[in-house]
């Protein structure tokens, strides 16, 4: 168990500086107005599909963390994979709602609650279970949430479980909106989040 920990700590302590220290772009329109409710319909139906990219978690006391990401979607279940620098070393988070399990160096854990088994084994606090709507633009249901809209009616900020989740800039994949450039804020995390790819099926 230490081990992992050691590992983990050491991967997410050793990202490069320079996509933290990145412009985001300026969101500007891909997509003809929507209403929301027909939007986030859109985006609901949306359960199969692979985002790739970077991610950069920084606390608020000063340490920092950089990697690349994959998520893999396939109805309920996921694969969140963080690659470390130049893809030595990576971790995988292999999910559904009710389990989730951690690979690391050839070593499992697993639990019912991927925030805590992420946060006892990293130190980390990542909202995996959210992560699952908000990055495809969407409030968890469920949950009480305060929404703001661009005027396209796309999530431009959303409040929810403690977190300020802000839509920098939104991509066109097929004939939706998806976000592409996300900035996540908590009392002790900020989280910025750039996808590169998405793979919509």
């Known amino acids: 168990m230490i081990k992992i920990i050691a590992l983990?700590?050491?991967?997410?302590l050793s990202g490069c500086a320079s996509f933290s220290q990145q412009p985001f772009q300026t969101n500007k329109s891909v997509n003809h107005y929507l209403p929301w409710a027909q939007r986030k319909a859109q985006l609901t139906t949306l359960q199969n599909w692979q985002a790739n990219g970077n991610i950069a978690i920084h606390a608020k006391a000063g340490s920092g963390a950089n990697a690349s990401f994959s998520w893999q979607q396939i109805q309920r279940n996921y694969q969140l994979r963080l690659f470390g620098p130049f893809g030595v070393q990576s971790i995988l988070l292999s999910g559904n709602p009710q389990q989730v399990t951690l690979f690391a160096h050839n070593q499992v854990v697993s639990a019912d609650n991927a925030e805590s088994l992420l946060a006892q084994q990293s130190g980390l606090h990542l909202p995996v279970s959210?992560?699952?709507?908000w990055l495809r633009g969407l409030p968890a249901p469920q949950l009480r949430y305060t929404i703001f809209l661009d005027a396209y009616n796309r999530l431009l900020k959303l409040r929810q479980s403690g977190w300020r989740i802000e839509y920098l800039h939104y991509t066109?994949?097929?004939k939706l909106d998806i976000p592409d450039q996300i900035i996540l804020t908590h009392?002790?995390?900020?989280v910025r989040i750039l996808i590169t790819h998405w793979d919509i099926n």
Do not use: E, M, S
């Open 8 to 12: 983990i700590l050491t991967f997410f």
């Open 130 to 133: 959210q992560l699952y709507y």
């Open 172 to 174: 066109n994949v097929g």
């Open 187 to 190: 009392p002790q995390w900020k």
